[in-house]
């Protein structure tokens, strides 16, 4: 789903911009061996028993975080399972690990940092805890929700996240890794590749191609775990990214216990992309919805008044310089429950006057909603935008997995209703 207009770009652009990064989720961190030798006060500080290195303060969620076990991909569901996969890294120290945890909704998420003593954490290097140098556990109640993804019906995940130039650190907020110079910006070759992801119950190995040579990894556990680590390109641009997915495109083949295999590269492109099937994923059964069920008049309401919408991590100073908006708000009364497996979305189109006044948005009512709800969402639009504003809700049913949780595919599978607007002149 894309965020086209002025607002979101305006806001990428800041977020790369502020000196220094505000503090955000802290996906991933880590670090070479941290030997520490210097005395300290006994009970002030915790040591790994194995590996000598120092234990700070743990990750934390970043403030303002909501956690809500009805809402988005939920909370942990227990301490979440560690597997027996590790990835050395380039530089040495503390291996990298794979965490999967089972939230209140039913999702899986990954969790990828380094080891130390069998946690799972950060190295506070590459601006990460301010540089101490410590070792700060990442608990299973830290979830980065773009690497998590709906479980099938006998509750398998499967997933696949390439992500390009994270720190060393292991915490994809801890400098900025599209900067060569300046404040904040990740040191030089001390970026990594990071390959991770679930395979599911039938595969049995993947095999790469690494430095000119054949790689074959077996997968670990029932969930078909790897993990692959490298040290990114230092003449690579491109690097501060993630990719998720359902299944690895850039691995050479793909073995599956039945003895069968696939190569992606022979495989026929599906949007865009080439991917192997998912042997072992079991649809869910879905109760589909009529559009009888579901169809209700939509209500919108276009604000008159300039705004500025708050948002996370955006100061105040960073407001200022961000364009007027105006609020547009719908509503709907929900004649079906939803879930994180049933669930409304939406999408607005714009045909507007005036530049960058033409796009669509759109995304997931991401909570529980019990039927007879009446519910009700928030767009922001350019307020100097002019045109026709249409917006339609969907009730989502998936029966096949999308690339991210809530993603729709296709098209909806029962039309909630359209309603059209039009966005009035003036100043």
Same mark, same amino acid.
């Given at each position: ?12 652009? #800041? ?111 590459? %601006?990460? &805890? ?9 608990? =299973? ?23 390009? %130039? ?7 907020? =801890? ?13 030089? %070759? ?63 083949? #793909? ?24 042997? %072992? ?32 991590? #955006? ?27 049933? &669930? ?26 019990? =039927? ?56």
């Amino acid at each position: 789903m894309r965020f086209l207009d002025d607002l979101e770009r305006e806001i990428e652009r #800041i977020a790369y911009a502020a000196e220094p990064v505000p503090a955000r989720r802290r996906w991933w961190r880590r670090s070479t061996a941290l030997l520490v030798l210097l005395p300290l006060c006994v009970g002030t500080v915790a040591v790994a028993a194995t590996t000598g290195i120092i234990f700070g303060e743990p990750v934390k969620n970043p403030p303002g975080t909501r956690q809500d076990p009805k809402v988005g991909v939920g909370v942990n569901d227990g301490p979440g399972k560690l597997f027996d996969v590790r990835a050395a890294d380039p530089e040495g120290g503390p291996e990298w690990g794979v965490r999967l945890v089972k939230t209140s909704r039913g999702l899986g998420c990954l969790q990828t940092a380094r080891v130390v003593d069998g946690k799972l954490g950060v190295l506070g290097r590459d %601006g990460a &805890f301010d540089n101490d140098g410590k070792f700060h556990e990442l608990g =299973a109640e830290v979830l980065e929700t773009t690497f998590c993804q709906q479980s099938d019906s006998n509750g398998n995940v499967f997933i696949a996240v390439t992500a390009i %130039g994270l720190p060393a650190s292991a915490d994809g907020s =801890a400098c900025r890794a599209r900067s060569r110079k300046g404040a904040n910006a990740c040191p030089r %070759g001390s970026l990594r590749d990071v390959f991770s992801g679930l395979l599911g119950p039938e595969a049995a190995a993947i095999t790469y191609r690494e430095g000119g040579k054949l790689i074959r990894q077996e997968v670990k556990g029932p969930e078909g775990a790897y993990l692959v680590v490298r040290a990114t390109n230092p003449n690579r641009t491109n690097v501060g990214w993630w990719s998720p997915s359902l299944s690895p495109n850039w691995v050479e083949s #793909i073995e599956f216990r039945d003895g069968s295999s696939c190569r992606p590269a022979k495989r026929k492109r599906i949007n865009g992309v080439r991917s192997c099937p998912l042997k %072992g994923y079991v649809a869910p059964k879905v109760d589909v919805a009529t559009r009888a069920e579901i169809e209700t008049p939509l209500r919108v309401v276009v604000g008159t008044k300039r705004e500025k919408p708050r948002y996370p991590g #955006i100061t105040r100073k960073d407001l200022d310089r961000l364009p007027w908006q105006r609020r547009i708000t719908f509503s709907f009364r929900a004649r079906r429950a939803a879930d994180a497996k049933a &669930f409304y979305a939406y999408r607005a189109e714009l045909s507007g006057r005036g530049p960058r006044c033409g796009y669509s948005m759109g995304g997931p009512v991401a909570r529980d909603i019990k =039927a007879g709800t009446v519910i009700t969402e928030t767009l922001w639009v350019n307020h100097r935008c002019r045109g026709k504003l249409t917006i339609s809700v969907g009730y989502e049913q998936p029966r096949t997995p999308s690339q991210m949780p809530f993603q729709p595919v296709g098209r909806p599978n029962a039309k909630v209703g359209t309603a059209t607007v039009q966005l009035p002149d003036g100043p």
